[in-house]
């Protein structure tokens, strides 16, 4: 927006800098973007708000999505095939549904187990 051409960083809140950073990252009209923890500093609602965007713009560009995130809720409902990694090695690989459904590892258990407590919805 015009209006905010000569804003710095702090005088913007978090969600217009995920918008912000969404925005530069299309300007090259990538087929993939890698997101590394890019809801995590967001409250629930801004939450909301950029994941919906990215769902958005995933349907209509085609974009493929690299989501990095300990949050199981947003993988769950983000992604269509997760990788979990301890210690920097893969772990586990498989669809969401049988990821969520029968998680094989230790860690990918606890992940789930540890979410079971707070439920994200769209």
Not at 91 to 111: D, G, I, M, S
Request: glycine share 2%; aromatic share 8%.
């Amino acid at each position: 927006m015009p209006e905010h051409a000569d804003f710095y960083p702090h005088m913007i809140s978090e969600g217009m800098k995920q918008r912000v950073a969404v925005a530069r990252a299309l300007m090259l009209d990538p087929k993939i973007i890698i997101a590394d923890e890019a809801l995590t500093a967001l409250d629930l609602s801004v939450r909301s708000q950029i994941l919906n965007l990215l769902l958005k713009l995933q349907q209509e560009m085609g974009l493929s999505y690299i989501f990095v995130s300990h949050n199981m809720n947003i993988i769950r409902h983000f992604s269509d095939k997760i990788m979990v990694l301890h210690q920097g090695k893969m772990v586990e690989k498989a669809t969401t549904e049988k990821l969520f459904n029968a998680p094989q590892h230790e860690y990918t258990q606890r992940l789930i187990q540890e979410q079971t407590m707070f439920s994200y919805k769209r």
